[in-house]
């Protein structure tokens, strides 16, 4: 089974800037889409960020549109998401998750917004912003 290591995270400023990586430890191409996740201990996983492996989609959360890139290298296997103006109220643990194509998930909006939606997921990476 494909597993998913996620790093970069650590401490900033607010208003600083962060880039996490997430890894596949195959393809990232037998993907059909990677996402970004956030948790804070009590609450659910909050979707941020998704890119389509086929086609370069990309898709936002509206708290972080503007602020985060998510980017998907196929040569590296790997998708990072870029953090900019980053502020306190994005402190969280921060979750990779894919969705193998075997699942047959379309990659657009209403589907990549779904936790649900996703079958593989890293270990995590924690984020935390000081004001």
């Known amino acids: 089974q494909e597993q998913l290591v996620e790093s970069g995270g650590g401490s900033v400023q607010a208003g600083g800037s962060l880039k996490l990586s997430c890894t596949a430890s195959?393809?990232?191409?037998?993907?059909?889409?990677i996402g970004w996740f956030r948790q804070t201990v009590g609450k659910g996983r909050e979707w941020i960020a998704t890119?389509?492996?086929?086609?370069?989609?990309?898709y936002y959360t509206d708290s972080v549109r503007g602020r985060f890139t998510i980017a998907h290298d196929a040569a590296q296997n790997t998708v990072y998401l870029q953090m900019n103006s980053l502020e306190p109220e994005d402190t969280n643990m921060y979750y990779c998750?894919?969705?193998?194509?075997?699942?047959?998930?379309?990659?657009?909006?209403?589907?990549?917004?779904?936790?649900?939606?996703?079958?593989?997921w890293g270990q995590g990476t924690q984020v935390t912003v000081s004001s």
């Open positions: 890119a389509c492996t086929a086609n370069g989609d990309t």
């Open positions: 195959k393809y990232t191409y037998s993907a059909n889409y």
């Open positions: 998750a894919a969705e193998p194509k075997g699942f047959g998930t379309p990659c657009s909006g209403p589907y990549v917004r779904d936790v649900n939606n996703y079958h593989r």
